[in-house]
């Protein structure tokens, strides 16, 4: 387990989300920064167990995702989710405040689920069946990506 990665979960991710203003432009990409949290919640939606999709990914692709999901190579700008469309999703909370509070609370059930049961596996409908530490190594690259993404880091 990269004990770094989980640290930064825990302890960091969460305040960088709050320091980002309604206002603040992305450097990229065409969300604004609540429609980017929202996102981003919904993500780890999957990885908390909540949402239960059905694997998007074609099957003789997977393996090749799996090998950019686990490596250290960062999200491209500009990287197309083949499951959004070209325009963003509207924003369902009432605040970016509110956001990244819905955002803090998924990822609270993140851990608290593997703290239930340590043999979780949860289904990304990308990247395929995630145990714990998979979970935690996406988690953290696509918080930074989106991080990176509204100047944050």
């Known amino acids: 387990m990269n004990t770094v ?40 939606r999957y990885a908390n167990g909540k949402i239960k999709l059905p694997l998007f990914t074609d099957l003789d692709y997977l393996p090749k995702l799996r090998v950019f999901m686990l490596s250290e190579r960062p999200f491209r700008e500009n990287t197309k989710n083949p499951m959004l469309g070209e325009t963003p999703a509207a924003t369902r909370n009432a605040s970016l405040q509110e956001a990244v509070a819905e955002l803090e ?42 991080l990176k993404q509204f100047g944050m880091l």
């Open 5 to 44: 990665k989980l640290e930064f979960l825990e302890n960091e991710m969460i305040s960088l989300f709050k320091k980002i203003s309604p206002d603040t432009k992305p450097l990229w990409g065409v969300m604004n920064a609540q429609q980017m949290v929202e996102h981003f919640s919904e993500t780890t």
């Open 105 to 146: 609370s998924e990822v609270n059930h993140f851990f608290a689920a593997f703290a239930r049961n340590e043999n979780l596996i949860t289904q990304n409908p990308i990247f395929g069946e995630l145990n714990f530490e998979q979970n935690v190594h996406l988690i953290h690259k696509h918080a930074l990506h989106h």
